[in-house]
């Protein structure tokens, strides 16, 4: 049950506190957000920062505090995140408990777990500021770049992506951490954020540094830099690639006529948004260059599954008569009627 508070906080101005209140005083002008905005609330350095400042920043803060139950004090320390939002000055505080369970690894289910909860927990509408750093945004896109996805793999994350919304992107953890000690704020010590069996953290403890001193520093700021860029050409290419897409539909399929004709990095994004809208999930660099083969060395060859199937059943992309289509097929099924 949330728990209402008292009023706005008071904060000192020092250069920490005045540099995370900058930089939530810009993303609300930015936005243009004026309504009440929530807060997802860990007890950690950057979502305490992050809630000091909205307090003061924002018309109305709400702070959602997730227990994962993941460690046998997790009730105390939301509870602890509880009492530090209401101290803070946030119009409310709830705790949102959840169960984390599910493919894909300890991290990515508490990430689901978290961000449904997160969803749930607030009115449609009002956004969900997270406490994502210049930090976290390096460590997003060295890990986009592992996948050797393309360039959309290496974006990082938006400022603004209803309902999330990321205020502290351009502002380093160093910073929220020296906001908390400016404001006596007990900081809680997530043991998963240092446990060498999770990706993130052994880039945020070994790589990350260890690149900062072979390469002269500045190299977390110039990968999130990076991100920034990228993610503007895309969203370019993008509208680009709309109204090309447009060119080739011929229904619910594709043209492979018109698709030739477009540059390559035109025809594979008209491609991985038809097999995404067709509900193909998490094309892969292999699948995206097996369906554009399909189109660009035609030479009688099968279909390309593609995740996003059932149990006995495949998404599968094929060429028939000049046009790529899309459909679900039983384990063990030859489509007919293949081009010649």
Known sequence: MGRAGTGLAVLPET???????????????DTGVSAPVAVALSGGADSLALTAAAT?????????????????????VAARAERAALGLGCASARVLPVKVSGAGGLEAAAREARYAALRAGVDPGIPVLLGHTLDDQAETVLLGLARGSGGR????????????????????????????ADLDLPVYEDPHNSAPDFVRARLRGEVLPLLEQVLGGGV???????????????????????????????????????????????RRRIIRAWLLDGGARAVTSKHLHAVDDLVMKWRG????????????????????????????????????????
């Open 15 to 29: 250069a920490a506190v005045l540099t995370v209140r900058r930089a939530v005083r810009s993303w609300l002008a």
């Open 56 to 76: 003061v920043e924002a018309a109305q803060v709400h702070a959602l505090i997730v227990d994962h139950g993941l460690q046998a004090d997790s009730a105390d």
């Open 153 to 180: 793999s290496i974006h990082g994350m938006r400022a603004y992506d209803p309902p999330w919304g990321r205020p502290l992107l351009g502002v380093r953890r160093a910073d929220t951490r020296q906001m908390c």
């Open 220 to 266: 977390a700021a110039a990968l999130a830099r990076t991100g920034d860029q990228l993610r503007e050409d895309d969203d370019a290419l993008d509208a680009i690639t709309a109204e090309a897409s447009r060119r080739a539909h011929a229904g619910t399929d594709l043209d492979t006529a018109v698709l030739a004709d477009e540059p390559a990095a035109l």
């Open 301 to 340: 060859q099968g279909g390309v599954a593609v995740g996003g199937g059932a149990p006995g059943v495949r998404l599968v992309a094929s060429r028939r008569r000049g046009r790529l289509t899309l459909e679900r097929q039983t384990e063990g099924f030859e489509p007919p009627g293949r081009d010649t």
